[in-house]
Structures are given as structure tokens and as C-alpha cells.
């Protein structure tokens, strides 16, 4: 039987960054404990009880960075969220869904030419969807995005909150890519959280050639089996050894190393951005998919001489992620090896644990116990 609560438990952000005048100091949010009324639902809308919200690097931006956000705290983080719908839109009652991360408005131009992902008043829970986060027991979201799981078999329903964010962003940016059979695709940051997915993504997708970039040789050598072809460790190198590198695996594998290759940026960090910048050649493409605070110098005239193009890619539509659903549960993309889950009280030392780790070595997922 469905119940429905008298309130929502939540882990709030109730203070943001700040940092100290005197010292200089930054010190991250505060979270706390507590509960807020379950709003009266509109007719197109659900309260769906959380099973499960993974801890994405976005959240920890917004935490310990000072990244702002469209709702000032208090605000419950959190926006890679599955669970079950327990009131509102009956025909929804009952099933198990996925929360997109971003709900565009679906009215505005942007939407009505296929650029929703970035639509400028989408909903993004902890962030714009009001007060209303991943990290609690419940959450009011819009119907009409949510993203049905069906037939899962053995797969646990908090896994598939990875699906919300980690395994459709690298979608969304293939497509934005334009990625085509046969293309040939370099990673940078393909041990990470959002890297070991956009390798299966690509491969998935028909990529001729997947080469991936990142420091932990041991992740390295797990990524061989998860989508990347070749594997190049960029620990204690520089950009130069790291580009004689791969043109050494192209020659070695008659690949050639001058022209088209698409290249997705994932780390989010200078060194990565740079490298990318530095490896994008005539007639390549750079997707920009991580996020930081960094700077980066480049001459835009290469640009007009390569024939290249950088590209942004933010999020992802709706519409794709029963596509990307159905390629986890084919097990085309591989969450399993990649996902964990502990306790939502344990959210302030995962939060600890995940910033200092830089890249874990699995997302971490965190299941409400209130």
C-alpha cells in the first residue's frame, strides 16, 4: 500500500559557501536534518518517494565551491534521483521512475527546436525545483518527465539513479557531437564518474576507435573492458608525451592521427581542458562535459584553421532517457561495477569522502533512512 507522508524528511543545505574576510578561508555549506510540508500537488504533478540520489561532483560545486545555485539555501541538494510515485497524476501511481535532472519548460523556443536540455527555465532538482532535493525521502517533480523503469530484473531501483545524470549526459553529448558509426573518439577523464559511461556510450553507439585519458593506471586497465580500446595514463606526463602517445597508438593501429577525431573533455579540471584543446586537430570536435572553475588560454584562430568547433553540451532531454534506460538494462552500459550505495545520514562524510577523492572509484548513491 502507498503511503503518502504528513512531511518530507530532508538533508538540507542550510547555510552556502562562504569564505572569511579576515583569513581567507572558504569554508563549505552546512547541512542539516529536518522536514518540510508536502505541497499541495498541481494536476500535472507527482510525489515520488525517493529510492535512491547519487552524489554528482555538480553537488559538491555547489557546496564546497560556492557555485551558485537558482534557489538560495535552505535547499536540498541532489538531482540524480529513482524511486516510486506514491500521490498525484493516477495514471503514474505506483511505478517505479527516473527524475530527469533537468525538466525543461517544453514552451519556450529553445524547446521547440530541440535545445530543451538547455532550456533557461527548466526545473533542476536541488538547484531550481524550489526548496525540493534528491537527498530526502520524498519529492514533488512534473509527470510529464518522468522516465518509467520497466522489467529491471535484478537490478536494484536506487542503481538506476545513476541513470538521471551519470549515464545520460554522455548520451546527450554524443549527440551532440554528432557521433556517427565509425568515428574515432578520445576521453579525457574516462575513470570517472561520468567517463566510465561515456566510453560504453560511444561504443555503444558504433565509435570505431575509443581512446582514454586519465591518471589511475589500475582504472585504466578496468577501462578496457567497459567501452575504451586504448588507454593512455596521463600521470607525471606532459601534454606533449601524452599527444606523441596517441599518435603512436594510431600508428600502430591504422589510425589516422591528424584529422576527425572527437574529443569529450569529462574531468571538468585545467589540466584536462588543456589537453583537450592541445589534441584537437582539422576537422575534430571538443565537447566540453565537465564542469570547473578554471580558466584556459587558447588561440581561437586555430580554430579557423582546423576547421574545428568546440562544443558545450549541458545535461540531457527527457526524450532520450528511455533509450539510455533501455541500453543500461540491455547491459550495453555496465552501472553495476560502477555503483555503491550507503545511508543518507551518512550524506556529510560521503560528501567529505567524494571531495577529497577527486574521482572514486564508484558513484556513490545514497538511500533514505529517516
Known amino acids: 500500500m502507498l503511503q503518502v507522508p504528513d512531511k518530507i524528511q530532508t538533508w538540507q543545505m542550510v547555510q552556502p559557501t562562504s569564505k572569511d574576510k579576515e583569513t581567507g578561508e572558504v569554508k563549505p ?12 500537488l498541481a494536476a500535472d504533478e507527482v510525489l515520488v518517494k525517493v529510492a535512491g540520489c547519487g552524489v554528482c561532483h555538480t553537488d559538491l560545486g555547489y557546496f564546497y565551491d560556492g ?19 506514491v500521490a498525484g497524476d493516477e495514471k503514474w501511481m505506483g511505478k517505479e521512475v527516473i527524475i530527469p535532472a533537468v525538466m525543461p519548460c517544453r514552451k519556450c523556443l529553445l524547446c521547440k527546436t530541440g535545445r530543451g536540455n538547455r532550456c533557461l527555465v527548466q526545473k533542476m532538482p536541488g ?39 551519470a549515464a545520460t549526459t554522455p548520451y546527450q553529448a554524443a549527440k551532440r557531437a554528432d557521433l556517427q558509426p565509425g568515428d574515432n573518439v578520445i576521453i579525457i577523464g574516462v575513470t570517472g564518474g561520468v567517463g566510465v559511461y561515456m566510453a560504453q556510450t560511444v561504443k555503444a553507439l558504433g565509435a570505431k576507435a575509443v581512446i582514454g585519458i586519465a591518471r589511475n593506471p589500475a582504472k585504466l586497465q578496468r577501462a578496457l573492458q567497459y567501452g575504451a580500446d586504448f588507454v593512455i595514463s596521463s ?6 608525451d601524452i599527444r606523441n602517445e596517441f599518435r603512436d597508438i594510431c600508428k600502430k593501429n591504422g ?28 576537422t575534430g570536435k571538443l565537447i566540453v562535459v565537465g564542469f570547473g572553475m578554471a580558466k584556459n588560454e ?73
Not at 547541512?31 to 505541497?39: A, N, W
Not at 543500461?328 to 550507503?342: A, W, Y
Request: proline share 8%; net charge negative; glycine share 8%.
Open 298 to 370: 587558447y588561440m581561437l584562430s586555430r580554430l579557423m584553421a582546423f576547421d574545428a568547433d568546440i562544443l558545450g553540451t549541458w545535461g540531457c532531454l527527457p526524450e532520450y532517457y528511455p533509450i539510455v534506460l533501455n541500453m543500461v538494462l540491455s547491459k550495453k552500459i555496465d552501472i553495476g561495477p560502477f555503483t555503491e550505495t550507503r545511508p543518507m545520514s551518512q550524506i556529510a562524510s560521503v560528501f567529505d569522502e567524494v571531495h577529497k577523492a577527486g574521482s572514486p572509484e564508484k558513484r556513490i548513491v545514497l538511500t533514505p533512512d529517516f
Open 29 to 40: 555549506g552546512r547541512l542539516e536534518k529536518t522536514s518540510i510540508p508536502v505541497p499541495t
Open 255 to 282: 589510425l589516422e592521427a591528424g584529422f576527425g577525431w572527437k574529443i569529450f573533455e569529462v574531468t571538468g579540471i585545467k589540466a584536462g581542458q588543456d589537453m583537450a584543446l592541445e589534441l584537437l586537430s582539422f
Open 127 to 165: 538547484n531550481s525545483l524550489g526548496v525540493y532535493g534528491g537527498f530526502s525521502s520524498h519529492i514533488p517533480v512534473p509527470s510529464i518527465d518522468l522516465c518509467e523503469v520497466r522489467n529491471r530484473g535484478n537490478i536494484p531501483l536506487e542503481h538506476l539513479a545513476v541513470v538521471a545524470d
Open 235 to 240: 600521470q607525471d606526463k606532459q601534454i606533449k
Open 67 to 85: 557555485v551558485p545555485t537558482v534557489q538560495k539555501p535552505p535547499l536540498t541538494l541532489g538531482h540524480e534521483i529513482s524511486g516510486t510515485v
